[in-house]
């Protein structure tokens, strides 16, 4: 084989693996600094006692289903997403739970850190997400 031929032969499989890396999502965090993790059924008892849940997902993934009675809020619309937008959204010691795609995905914790680092004292991180508590039967809606 050619110098050139490995060379383009290394090239495309340098390009496979950083494709596929891209398209694997990275595992969330099992806790967040300033914030309480909780599982579904204590996830479920917040709920009950009126905590505000806050799904960081897209638009169209919020439309699909989320947690009933959730708020949406999508961590990645840099236009809405703001530090002094969310620094006014809530009351610094209501019980809020962020949420996204459960152990797949990070918006979630990225939020709940955000919220930690706005001044928000009452924070929980639901790592368990939408497919814990629509597993558990659990409340939930859709547009």
């Known amino acids: 084989m050619s110098i050139r031929l490995k060379k383009t032969a290394v090239g495309f499989i340098t390009a496979s693996v950083l494709a596929f890396a891209s398209l694997t999502q990275a595992a969330a965090p ?49 236009e809405n997403y703001t530090r002094d937008k969310v ?16 152990k797949v995905c990070t918006r979630s914790s990225q939020m709940a850190a955000d919220l930690v680092g706005v001044g ?7 790592r368990e997400g939408f497919p814990g508590w629509s597993f558990a039967g659990y409340p939930i809606e859709s547009k």
């Not at 849940?53 to 919020?62: G, P, T, V, Y």
């Not at 620094?87 to 459960?102: E, I, R």
């Open 87 to 102: 620094s006014n959204m809530f009351k610094k010691d209501q019980a809020l739970v962020t949420y996204c795609y459960g």
């Open 30 to 78: 099992l806790s967040v600094p300033g914030a309480t993790t909780v599982t579904t059924e204590e996830a479920k008892k917040l709920w009950d006692s009126g905590a505000v849940f806050i799904d960081s997902r897209k638009k169209e993934d919020w439309e699909d289903g989320h947690i009933a009675k959730a708020v949406h809020l999508d961590r990645g619309d840099r």
């Open 120 to 126: 928000y004292t009452n924070v929980y991180f639901y």
